[in-house]
C-alpha cells in the first residue's frame, strides 16, 4: 500500500549546518506512528517539512507517491495535512468557535452563521469528552483546555494526515484519556497519524510504529511490541549515555540555602515547598511540566511575589526582587533564554555583562568589558565569529553558553538553572554537564531543573520530585532511578522497593 | 570590525544635503544671524529631543511635552511675577522662576512616569491624558488669554536667549552640552545600557535583575528636566506663555528622534542621530522661509515626507539583517 504521506532521503541545512541527514520516513493510513528522539535530534524539524512550514534541502516529501513541493503550511493544510504545534497557534481574544473555524467560517450570504459555527464546535468539544463552552474565549481557558481546542480545531480540518508534537505534554490524565480515545477513533477511520512524545508509555500505548532519531539519524525503526520503555531510552539516547555525565564526586558542604514553607501563587500554584542546598551539591529538581518547578526556582530567584522564608548562608534574606537574589548570590538561569535570557538583537558583549554592569565602573569601561567578553569566550568556549554579532545569530548551544557567561560573571554562590541543555546538541550538552560539576567542585551549590530524565539522574547528587505545586519526594545516591522518579511525580505514592 | 552603515549616516548625509542646498539657494543662509537664530530656535525641541530619545529607546512614549512645556512658561512668569515685588526685579527672582521651571518639569515627569511604571498605565494614554491637562491648566491660568513676565524682569532676562558667545547663543551652547551629555550617558553609562535593554526586551532586563521599573520611571523624569530647561530658554524669547505655546512640539520632538535612527519600538538610541533629526527639521523650516521655490505653507508637509521615508529606511535595514 503506498504511504498517503513519506519522506524520501530528506536533508535539511541550516546555514553551514547539516541537521538531518537522509532521513526516509512513510505514514500510512489507519496508523499512528510515534517519532521519539532526544531533544535536538531532529524531531521538529521533520515535522516542520512534512507540515511544509520548512522545505528539505535535498531529497523530496512524497503524497500518495507522487512528489509534494508545499511551500507553506495551508498549502500543506489543503492537501489534508494539519500539524498542531506545541505552541498554541490560537487568537487569544476570539471565541473557542471562532478559533475552529478561524478562515474557513461558515456563513450565509455576507453574514456569518454563528449558530451553526457554535453547534459544530460544541459536537467537536463534546467528542473530546470536555465541557469547553464554544463561547468562551480562549484567553480565559487553561492549558490543557486550549490544548483540547486545538485538537478539536484540527479535527474539523477533516485531516487526512494529523501530526501533533507532544500533544499530551499540557493534559491532565482524564484529558490524557480523552486524547488517546480520540487517536484510536481516526486510526480507524483511516487517518494517518504522527506524534512526537517523551512520555515513553504514551509511545507504548499508542504507536503502531516507533522512529527513533538521533543527532539527525533514523538509528532504529520498530514495530508495536519489538521495542521496551529501556529499548527506546537506549536507542535514544546511544551507548554514550553513561558517559556523557561527569563523576559525582563533590561532597556535600555547609548548607547554603534554606527554603522553608515556600507558597507562590499564580496560574501554576506552588504549596509549602521546602528545601536545603549545600556548598559542592547539585540538587535536581523533577516533574512533569506545569508541576511547578520554574515557577519555584523563579520565586527564589525574586521574579515572582512569594510566602515563606528563604535563609542563605544561615541569615534569612527577603527576596523581593532580582537584585535582592543577586545581592545574595543567587542567580537564575531562565529556561526561556530567547525570550527571558538574552537580548537576540544585542551583541555578545552587552548581552554578557549586562547582570553584571555595576562592575564596570559608572563610565562603562569598555576595554575591561571586551577582556570579560574574551575570557568568557574562552572559558566556556562560546563559538562566534564576532563579539560584535547579535547574540540572536548564534547557535542554540552557543547561546546557552553566552547565557552561562553572563550569569557566572555576577559570581553567584547558588545557581538555579532551568532546563539547561534544552534544544542543544549532544557535544555541548556534555560541556554543560561538565561546567556544572565544575561549579559544585568550586564550593558553589547548584539546582538543576530538566524535563529529561537521564539529565537529572546523571548530574544531580539529589533529586526532590515536584507534583502539582507541592514536593512529592526526594532520592538520592543509588535510588536515583528513571522508576523511582516517575512514580513520584505521577502521584503513584512512595519510590518503588530496591530490587 | 565596524561596518560602515549607510543607513545610519543617511541622516547626516541628508542634513550636509539641506545646508548645501540652503546655501545655493540664497547667501544669507550662510549668514551667522541666520545660523544663530536656526540653531536658537532648534533648541527648545532639541533639548526635549534629548530626554525623548531615552524615553522612546526604553519602549516608552510622551506626549504631554509640548503643552508641559507651556504650563511650565505659565507657572515660572506667574511666579516671577508674584515674587518681584518682594525680592525685587533682580537675577534672584529670575533664578527662583529658573528652579519653579526645574521643580515642575521634574514633579511632572515624575508623575508621568509613576503612573506608567507604579499604576501601570500605558505611556501613550498617561501622556494623552497629561497632555490635555497641562493644556487646559495654562489655558485657564491665563485665563483664555496670554500670561507676560513684568517688563523690569523682561529685560533683565532677555540675554539669556539673545546673548551669548558671539552669536552663539545660550540656547545653542546649553543644547550642545546637554546633547554630548546625552549621548555619552546613552553610549557609557550603566543607565543608558539599561535604557537600551528594557526596549530590546524588558523581559530579560528583569531577569538580568534591572531594576525596570526605577529606569524607567528616570527616564521620564529626565525627559520632565529637560523640558523645565527649554522652558527657562524659552520665557525669555518672547516673555509670555499662552494655551497655544509648545503647541505640536511633542510631534516635532519625536519625529526628531525617528528620523534620528532611533527605533520607535525602543531598544536602540541615538542621541547624536536626534540631534542630526532637529537640525534636519528647522533647516527645512528655514530653507523654505528664505527661498521662494515652496510655499513655507507646505513645511508640515515636507516635514511628514521625511519621517516617513525615516521610518522606511528603518524598516529596510531591518528585513535586510
Not at chain 1, 527577603?318 to 529556561?335: N, P
Not at chain 2, 539641506?18 to 536656526?38: E, R
Not at chain 2, 528636566?225 to 509648545?246: F, K
Request: net charge neutral; glycine share 10%; aromatic share 4%.
Amino acid at each position: 500500500m503506498t504511504p498517503v504521506l513519506a519522506l524520501d532521503k530528506v536533508t535539511k541545512s541550516f546555514g553551514p549546518v547539516e541537521v538531518l541527514h537522509g532521513i526516509d520516513l512513510a505514514l500510512s493510513a489507519g496508523e499512528v506512528h510515534a517519532l521519539i528522539g532526544e531533544n535536538g535530534a531532529g524531531k521538529s524539524t521533520i515535522m516542520k517539512i512534512l507540515g511544509g512550514f520548512l522545505t528539505p534541502t535535498s531529497g523530496q516529501v512524497l503524497l500518495d507517491g507522487h512528489p509534494a513541493p508545499f511551500r507553506s503550511g495551508p498549502e500543506a493544510e489543503a492537501a489534508g495535512i494539519v500539524v498542531i504545534h506545541q505552541e498554541f497557534n490560537l487568537a487569544p481574544d476570539l471565541s473557542v468557535a471562532a478559533n475552529i473555524f478561524l478562515g474557513r467560517e461558515i456563513s450565509r450570504g455576507v453574514r456569518l452563521d454563528h449558530t451553526a459555527m457554535r453547534a459544530a464546535a460544541a459536537e467537536l468539544l463534546d467528542r473530546l469528552g470536555t465541557a469547553i463552552r464554544p463561547e468562551a474565549r480562549i484567553r480565559d481557558l487553561s492549558v490543557p483546555d486550549r490544548q483540547m481546542v486545538e485538537i478539536a480545531k484540527a479535527l474539523s480540518r477533516k485531516a487526512r494526515v494529523l501530526i501533533m508534537d507532544e500533544p499530551s505534554a499540557a493534559l491532565t490524565h482524564r484529558e490524557v484519556d480523552a486524547l488517546y480515545a480520540q487517536v484510536d477513533r481516526l486510526r480507524a477511520e483511516g487517518v494517518a497519524l504522527m506524534f512526537c512524545s517523551h512520555r515513553l508509555d504514551e509511545v507504548a500505548r499508542l504507536a503502531d510504529r516507533i522512529t527513533v532519531l538521533r543527532d539527525g539519524a533514523v538509528v532504529r525503526r520498530a514495530l508495536r511490541g519489538e521495542l521496551t520503555d529501556d529499548g527506546m531510552a537506549t536507542a535514544m539516547v546511544g551507548r554514550e549515555l553513561r558517559d556523557i555525565f561527569p563523576p559525582k564526586d563533590t561532597p556535600a558542604g555547609e548548607e547554603l540555602l534554606r527554603v522553608e514553607g515556600l507558597s507562590v501563587p499564580g496560574a501554576v500554584q506552588v504549596g509549602n515547598v521546602s528545601l536545603t542546598l549545600h556548598r559542592g551539591e547539585v540538587l535536581g529538581i523533577a516533574g512533569l511540566v506545569g508541576s511547578g518547578r520554574t515557577e519555584l526556582a523563579e520565586a527564589i530567584a525574586g521574579l515572582r511575589p512569594s510566602s515563606g522564608t528563604i535563609s542563605v548562608r544561615g541569615q534569612p534574606t527577603a527576596i523581593r526582587h532580582a537584585r535582592d537574589a543577586a545581592a545574595a548570590g543567587i542567580a537564575y538561569l531562565t529556561e526561556d533564554r530567547k525570550e527571558a535570557g538574552l537580548l537576540l538583537d544585542k551583541p555578545l558583549t552587552e548581552n554578557l555583562t549586562l547582570a553584571a554592569l555595576d562592575r564596570f565602573g559608572f563610565r562603562i569601561d569598555r576595554a575591561r568589558e571586551r577582556q570579560a567578553m574574551a575570557d568568557a569566550t574562552r572559558d566556556f568556549d562560546i563559538r562566534a565569529a564576532s563579539t560584535a554579532m547579535p547574540a540572536g545569530a548564534l547557535s542554540g548551544g552557543n547561546q546557552q553558553k553566552l547565557l552561562l557567561a553572563k550569569t557566572m560573571l555576577t559570581e553567584p554562590e547558588i545557581i538555579l538553572i532551568d532546563e539547561p541543555t534544552r534544544g542543544i546538541d549532544i557535544g555541548t550538552k556534555q560541556q554543560i554537564y561538565n561546567f556544572v560539576r565544575a561549579l559544585a567542585r568550586a564550593g558553589k551549590g547548584v539546582i538543576v531543573i530538566s524535563s529529561e530524565l537521564p539529565e537529572v539522574m546523571g548530574l544531580s547528587d539529589r533529586v526532590l520530585v515536584m507534583r502539582q505545586g507541592s514536593l512529592a519526594g526526594e532520592v538520592k545516591g543509588a535510588r536515583i532511578t528513571e522508576e523511582n522518579i516517575v512514580r513520584l511525580a505521577m502521584g503513584l505514592g512512595r519510590e518503588a522497593e530496591p530490587a | 570590525m565596524k561596518r560602515i552603515d549607510l543607513h545610519l549616516l543617511g541622516p547626516l548625509v541628508a542634513l550636509v544635503g539641506l545646508f548645501i542646498l540652503g546655501a545655493l539657494l540664497n547667501p544669507a543662509f550662510l549668514a551667522p544671524a541666520n545660523l544663530s537664530n536656526v540653531l536658537a530656535r532648534s533648541a527648545f525641541i532639541g533639548l526635549i529631543a534629548v530626554g525623548m530619545t531615552f524615553v522612546i529607546t526604553q519602549g516608552g512614549l510622551d506626549l504631554s511635552v509640548g503643552s508641559m512645556a507651556a504650563f511650565l512658561a505659565g507657572i515660572t512668569i506667574m511666579a516671577m511675577n508674584a515674587l518681584a515685588p518682594f525680592t525685587g526685579e533682580n537675577w534672584g527672582t529670575i533664578l527662583i522662576g529658573m528652579g519653579v521651571a526645574m521643580a515642575g518639569g521634574v514633579l511632572a515627569g515624575f508623575v508621568n512616569g509613576a503612573l506608567i511604571t507604579r499604576a501601570r498605565i500605558e505611556a501613550f494614554i498617561v501622556t494623552l491624558g497629561t497632555m490635555g491637562i497641562f493644556r487646559s491648566l495654562v489655558t485657564w491660568l491665563a485665563d483664555g488669554g496670554t500670561l507676560s513676565l513684568d517688563s523690569g524682569l523682561r529685560t533683565l532676562y532677555r540675554p539669556v536667549y539673545f546673548s551669548g558667545i558671539g552669536w552663539i547663543t545660550w540656547p545653542i551652547i546649553v543644547f550642545a552640552i546637554v546633547a554630548i551629555l546625552g549621548e555619552w550617558t546613552m553610549r557609557h553609562t550603566r543607565f543608558g545600557r539599561h535604557v537600551e535593554a528594557i526596549g530590546s526586551n524588558d523581559r530579560v532586563a528583569r531577569y538580568s535583575a534591572v531594576d525596570v521599573e526605577r529606569v524607567r520611571l528616570m527616564t521620564y523624569v529626565l525627559l520632565g528636566a529637560l523640558v523645565g530647561l527649554a522652558t527657562i530658554l524659552y520665557v525669555p524669547r518672547l516673555g509670555s506663555a499662552s494655551g497655544s505655546t509648545g503647541v505640536l512640539w511633542e510631534l516635532e520632538a519625536i519625529a526628531a528622534v525617528i528620523i534620528g535612527g532611533t527605533a520607535l519600538k525602543g531598544g536602540r538610541g541615538r542621541v547624536w542621530g536626534t540631534v542630526v533629526g532637529v537640525l534636519i527639521l528647522s533647516l527645512i523650516d528655514n530653507i523654505l522661509n528664505l527661498a521662494d521655490l515652496v510655499s513655507p505653507y507646505l513645511n508640515g508637509a515636507i516635514q511628514g515626507v521625511i519621517i516617513v521615508l525615516a521610518v522606511v529606511l528603518q524598516r529596510e535595514k531591518r528585513s535586510a539583517e
